[in-house]
């Protein structure tokens, strides 16, 4: 059974910083194709960082240069760092595993940022 579990969200005020943790399970963590989305309140879903195989890494253009997604394979567990939030950083955040054609996603963790 596939299980992905975040961390790290919390309540932090604009210019701060956060380290979300994703801890993954039942999966082939190095082949898999790991992803931070976010859904703000009354808004889609959207990717916000992803990090394959290779750990070649995409942002959406609103994080670059601010967010940091990494991996440990040694412990199954991907990241990311998150700098200079600003409130429309906020959201539910939720770690995606893709593999094999197949998506495979946590229950998210909430990330507020204040003004």
């Known amino acids: 059974q596939v299980q992905l579990v975040e961390s790290g969200g919390g309540l932090v005020q604009a210019g701060g910083s956060l380290r979300l943790s994703c801890a993954a399970s039942g999966i082939n963590f190095r082949l898999s194709v790991l992803g931070w989305y976010r859904q703000a309140p009354g808004k889609q879903r959207e990717l916000v960082a992803a990090?394959?195989?290779?750990?070649?890494?995409n942002y959406a253009d609103s994080v670059k240069g601010r967010f940091t997604i990494s991996k440990d394979n040694g412990k199954n567990t991907a990241y990311l760092q998150m700098t200079s939030l600003k409130p429309e950083d906020t959201g539910v955040y939720y770690c995606n595993a893709r593999i094999s054609l197949r998506d495979y996603w946590g229950k998210g963790t909430l990330v507020t940022v204040s003004s």
């Open positions: 990090i394959n195989s290779a750990e070649i890494t």
